[in-house]
């Protein structure tokens, strides 16, 4: 680098302003710092975008620059200086990534082992280049050409806008619009990359989507869309993520979602999170600023959300569902784990709006070390959701004297003839219990595990099954050090 | 396993305190593979602190003392230690855990057991297969293993679920505290069959009880009166029927003035 900064034509380069054709004689990979109107245009141009999308990153972009950045959730975040990012970068090439096993953190290795995360998808999750033979004989192709038979569009969100057009530019912006909150304005100004699902009428997709499988999964980036359509009498069950802990350079990801439901969908979005929580003082996480929203637009509609929550240095997310057609239903299933110095204010909202809507919330929460974890939720029934029923279960366990949980349930309904119910618990492993494990034989840590587990189990029954197993595993691995 | 007649467990002058309370004195006993020791005593006089102690309770502090099985000092190890070394404690009140099913719960603990035998692991079916046999004898449901532990068990069958696992893990010592409570007759007998089961394979029980009925089932080896924090008196089954004539040693005293 320094070498670089004392070359004379490098130098004055680097000291033009960026104007639309940006300097094409130093192959730059990254974007240098900064956010304004011509990084947008960059960023809209090196992607190829149409000329709607351009126009929605800067009304974004313009809308952010008027927020003020929220500071109503008790989460204690260091200024962040958003001039100081650098918002685009190509791909990593794989082949800059380790050569094989061998070259990889022993320690990454030992937590893959713990996760029972399957032999042939370490080296994948590490960043090994895999053979391209491996990859062809895996699921990858069968799936592709399973989900074309059904006509189920499964891409990046890159490839949908070159691809799709016309259905992202009906349907984005429409669940979470440009202008929602500050964040997802800024990632509606500078979003990367995400998912693109596209399921036609009456088709059930023929397996779970994974954004593990997706083309590009590595390179999501750090503002990430996705957005998912299933047209009326479809169904999709997606997953996100995976157990496998996940660093990044980038600090801040704030990251966009968007589900849309017709007539008789149902999309159930499964979320397995474990992002670099920091060290054990909490430095060097990850920020998790996501919003999540999905409209249950047409009649008997369903959206599920799931989630498994237990890296990130400060998680902020309230995945949410608009409950706009008649008989139409929402769940969100969460478990959220925060240690040494973790910080979590999560929840969700539940908006009524239909006739007959219904919802239901399971959140557990669970705390250890010195970290703090929020659970805030709204149901909110409007004057027109008539007959509305929700029932929220909300329940805390604390490991150790040194964590704290709280709760902000807002009910906020209009009519008479809602019936909203809400149920809280605040537990500790009770020393009895734990002592009774050992005494069959268990180590506290293993008992601690079994006992989470118990705690959890209504939760994990609602994910689907490998992630089921992996959770199990990582919640025990995620906890470790909290008792003893 | 441990043959007959081995001494198994050694227990020399052992003093053990609940908080500031100094339950037990000074409490000595052996017992041999295979014996069935019933230990009698009034309520408070220490009887579960004992079985406590030799798990290895956090609640309750070793004083002074020796206590070790099969010539391992128990009150070094830790309570999965002292259970992986074969020692099983029933509970007089076993704790539920909510969301944690039974199967889950014992297989778990089986193969922390098994591991520590160097033997090998269980899977999922083995288990069921192993569980349901033995949960049939002992007239426990078999949908119970389904069910999370002891969430909304009365309190028979939180003990019939203890004497299940007792008979999955194979112990060289089982302390049973008041393991008759809340059991009804086919609970009884259960409970003196396995005993019976067991302790012809050479599994040594200390068993806690007030109850005479229950201690003439099971037809011990020897009985002991813990009163005072001590060993007051042994004797045979005879002790027994005379505790329940006269009562106990300290109800006695206080009667004669």
Not at chain 1, 155 to 173: D, K, M, T, W
Not at chain 1, 260 to 265: G, K, L, N, P, R
Not at chain 2, 164 to 191: C, F, N, T, W, Y
């Amino acid at each position: 680098m320094s070498a670089a900064h004392d070359d004379p034509t490098i130098a004055q380069t680097l000291a033009r302003p960026y104007p639309h054709g940006f300097v094409t004689d130093i192959d730059s990979e990254t974007l240098p710092p900064g956010l304004d109107e011509s990084t947008i245009r960059e960023i809209s141009q090196r992607k190829r975008e149409p000329e709607f999308l351009l126009k929605r990153r800067l009304a974004a972009l313009e809308h952010w620059m008027t927020m003020p950045h929220p500071d109503w959730a008790k989460l204690r975040i260091d200024p962040i200086d958003f001039q100081a990012l650098s918002y685009y970068s190509v791909p990593k090439s794989l082949a800059d990534g380790p050569k094989d096993l061998s070259e990889v953190d022993p320690k990454l290795l030992e937590t893959y082992e713990k996760l029972n995360i399957p032999l042939h998808e370490r080296a994948r999750l590490a960043g090994v280049a895999v053979d391209a033979v491996f990859d062809s004989v895996s699921v990858g192709t069968t799936f592709r050409e399973q989900l074309a038979a059904a006509g189920v569009i499964f891409c990046s969100f890159s490839h949908a806008v070159e691809n799709h057009p016309e259905l992202i530019e009906r349907y984005l912006g429409t669940v979470v619009p440009l202008g929602d909150n500050f964040y997802a304005a800024l990632n509606s100004a500078v979003f990367s990359d995400g998912s693109f699902v596209y399921i036609p009428e009456g088709v059930r997709c023929p397996m779970e989507l994974s954004s593990y499988f997706r083309i590009n999964a590595r390179n999501t980036g750090q503002f990430e869309r996705t957005l998912i359509i299933a047209e009326p009498g479809s169904e999709v069950s997606y997953l996100e993520g995976c157990t496998a802990p996940q660093r990044d350079e980038n600090q801040l990801h704030a990251a966009v979602v968007e589900l849309i439901a017709h007539d008789d969908a149902f999309i159930k979005y499964s979320t397995v999170q474990n992002w670099y929580p920091g060290d054990e003082e909490g430095r060097g996480g990850i920020y998790n600023f996501v919003t999540k929203r999905g409209l249950c637009a047409g009649a008997r509609s369903r959206i599920s959300w799931t989630q498994v929550e237990t890296g990130s240095a400060i998680t902020w997310k309230y995945p949410s569902v608009v409950l706009r057609g008649d008989d139409s239903n929402g769940e969100f299933h969460s478990i959220a784990v925060t240690h040494h110095r973790q910080q979590a204010d999560t929840g969700t909202k539940m908006i009524h709006l239909g006739k007959r809507t219904t919802s239901r919330i399971v959140s557990k929460g669970i705390s250890a070390g010195h970290s703090q974890q929020n659970y805030r939720g709204l149901v909110r029934i409007a004057p027109t959701a008539q007959g509305a029923h929700n029932n929220t279960q909300c329940d805390s366990l604390l490991i150790g004297g040194e964590c704290g949980a709280a709760t902000y349930p807002y009910i906020d309904t209009a009519r008479t003839d809602a019936l909203v119910e809400h149920e809280a618990t605040t537990t500790r492993i009770s020393e009895d219990r734990l002592f009774y494990c050992q005494q069959r034989g268990m180590d506290p840590e293993e008992a601690t595990g079994l006992i989470v587990g118990g705690f959890c189990q209504a939760v994990l029954e609602e994910l689907p099954m490998e992630f089921a197993l992996e959770a199990r595993a990582l919640l025990s691995v995620s906890l470790e050090g909290a008792v003893g | 396993m441990t043959k007959q007649g081995d001494k198994l467990l050694e227990i020399r002058n052992l003093a053990v305190q609940a908080g500031d309370q100094r339950v037990l004195e000074s409490v000595s006993i052996d017992i041999d593979a295979g014996e069935v020791v019933a230990i009698m005593g009034a309520n408070g006089s220490g009887k579960s602190t004992l079985g406590f102690a030799l798990a290895g309770h956090p609640r309750y502090e070793v004083v002074g003392g020796e206590a070790s099985l099969a010539g391992v000092d128990l009150l070094a190890m830790e309570p999965q230690d002292r259970a992986r070394a074969g020692l099983f404690l029933s509970f007089q009140s076993p704790p539920d855990l909510p969301g944690v099913r039974n199967n889950l719960f014992m297989r778990t603990s089986l193969n922390a057991v098994l591991e520590a035998r160097n033997e090998e692991p269980v899977d999922a079916f083995d288990f069921l297969e192993r569980a349901k046999g033995i949960a049939g004898s002992i007239d426990l449901p078999a949908a119970f293993l389904n069910r999370p532990v002891n969430e909304g068990f009365s309190g028979g069958e939180r003990k019939r679920n203890e004497l299940l696992q007792l008979a999955m893990l194979a112990p060289k010592l089982a302390v049973l505290d008041e393991v008759d409570s809340g059991m009804d007759v086919d609970g009884l007998r259960a409970i003196v069959e396995t005993i019976n089961r067991m302790r012809a394979q050479g599994t040594a029980f200390l068993l806690i009880s007030h109850s005479l009925a229950m201690v003439e089932a099971v037809n011990p080896d020897r009985v002991a009166e813990l009163d005072g924090g001590r060993i007051a008196r042994t004797g045979s089954l005879d002790l027994a029927r005379e505790i329940a004539r006269t009562g106990f040693s300290r109800a006695r005293e206080s009667v004669e003035g």
